[in-house]
T-cell receptor, first 115, second 110 residues
């Protein structure tokens, strides 16, 4: 069975540009969460979607947006990139967004470098 | 501000010994607690979950929970070099979001 997939694996952008990251959850999982992880820190929560509705939003600026499609895949968009947006972006899927949300399955991540 | 705190380490343990990793959390409403392992350059993977006070054992791993003290720990028995990784403590908050610690880097020395 396929796990969580993310694309692209690596991305290099310049300041001010826009980026779109993509994620496909495990088959049967309807919840997708996005995280930002910088070296030496734990994942920082950005968004969670369940059944195409936003269920949670972390403390990130409005430059970050996301959506979930009918097939439960998801996109994370970041506008007006800053150097500080350089990080590993992780997508995780889970069966539920409530009590089952603690058991999350992560994709390999997208390494974003902003120059 | 809901927080999860861990000692960043590194924690160095001889091969074959017991590694003890600790985590404290601030949200008294939390009911579910998780340990994830993250190898360098890889994404986190779930290794243990615990929901009730006491101990939960799975192979060489034991998770311990004390809700009164707001404390979660992970014990790894017979530590192997392959256990060298960063261990992330995560707590499911009362609004169903996972709150993560910064992780403890564990080094098992042969």
């Amino acid at each position: 069975d396929a796990g969580v997939t993310q694309s692209p694996t690596h991305l290099i952008k310049t300041r001010g540009q826009h980026v779109t990251l993509r994620c496909s959850p495990i088959s049967g999982h309807k919840s997708v969460s996005w995280y930002q992880q910088v070296l030496g820190q734990g994942p920082q929560f950005i968004f969670q979607y369940y059944e195409k509705e936003e269920r949670g939003r972390g403390n990130f600026p409005d430059r970050f947006s996301a959506r979930q499609f009918p097939n439960y895949s998801s996109e994370l968009n970041v506008n007006a990139l800053l150097l500080g947006d350089s990080a590993l972006y992780l997508c995780a899927s889970s069966l539920k967004w409530t009590s089952g949300n603690g058991e999350q399955f992560f994709g390999p991540g997208t390494r974003l470098t902003v120059l | 501000q809901k927080e999860v705190e861990q000692n960043s380490g590194p924690l160095s343990v001889p091969e074959g010994a017991i590694a003890s990793l600790n985590c404290t959390y601030s949200d008294r409403g939390s009911q579910s607690f998780f340990w994830y392992r993250q190898y360098s350059g890889k994404s986190p993977e779930l290794i243990m979950s615990i929901y009730s006070n006491g101990d939960k054992e799975d192979g060489r791993f034991t998770a311990q929970l004390n809700k009164a003290s707001q404390y979660v720990s992970l014990l790894i028995r017979d530590s192997q070099p392959s256990d060298s990784a960063t261990y992330l403590c995560a707590v499911l908050s009362s609004n169903y979001q996972l709150i993560w610690g910064a992780g403890t880097k564990l080094i098992i020395k042969p």
